[in-house]
T-cell receptor, first 115, second 109 residues
């Protein structure tokens, strides 16, 4: 149990375009979802925390107008990278947490390359 | 403030034992996690300690001392597939994970 999927697994887009990444909890209800970014050879960097039905809480330095997060249901959260630039190229990973379960279950990640 | 520290890289031999240490400072604590991350993949859960002591799970064990702000992950009978980064993270008073930078473990034959 506790499976989290992400789609797409890889995406290449042109500079200036927008990209949407989906994160789904397949067999549990995710009251909280987290979005991370990881640059090569660096640790996970938390971008934002989202609770179902409410606005996401962004970490300092993360532009909320550039990284749009929607957590419309207990099984789906989306991250939209708007007007992507090459410096946004990274590995984006979501994780989800259920009600009383403290463990975060990670999705497989999405590798974004902006050309 | 909050901080967490672990070694950047360690090397060990196949079949041997390795201990990866993690130290942390925080005013609010709700447990410590260890995750394994292979290159290009998402982290996978290894262990969770919230009380002092040793938790054993097969070849992997994790230890916690809350008074010392210290944890370690012990890997026994190392296999080549254990080559990965090992991330420690503590959960703060807001139930948010604070991540270490990860320890890259290199296994040599």
């Amino acid at each position: 149990g506790a499976v989290v999927s992400q789609h797409p697994s890889r995406v290449i887009c042109k500079s200036g375009t927008s990209v949407k990444i989906e994160c789904r909890s397949l067999d549990f209800q995710a009251t909280t979802m987290f979005w991370y970014r990881q640059f090569p050879k660096q640790s996970l960097m938390l971008m934002a925390t989202s609770n179902e039905g409410s606005k996401a809480t962004y970490e300092q330095g993360v532009e909320k107008d550039k990284f749009l997060i929607n957590h419309a249901s207990l099984t789906l959260s989306t991250l939209t990278v708007t007007s992507a630039h090459p410096e946004d190229s990274s590995f984006y990973i979501c994780s989800a947490r259920g009600g009383s379960d403290y463990e975060q279950y990670f999705g497989p990640g999405t590798r974004l390359t902006v050309t | 403030g909050q901080n967490i520290d672990q070694p950047t890289e360690m090397t060990a031999t196949e079949g041997a034992i390795v201990q990866i240490n993690c130290t942390y400072q925080t005013s609010g604590f709700n447990g410590l996690f260890w995750y394994q991350q292979h290159a290009g993949e998402a982290p996978t859960f290894l262990s969770y300690n919230v009380l002092d002591g040793l938790e054993e799970k097969g070849r992997f064990s994790s230890f916690l001392s809350r008074s010392k702000g210290y944890s370690y992950l012990l890997l026994k009978e190392l296999q080549m597939k254990d080559s990965a980064s090992y991330l420690c993270a503590f959960m703060d008073s807001n139930y948010q994970l604070i991540w270490g930078a990860g320890t890259k473990l290199i296994i040599k034959p």
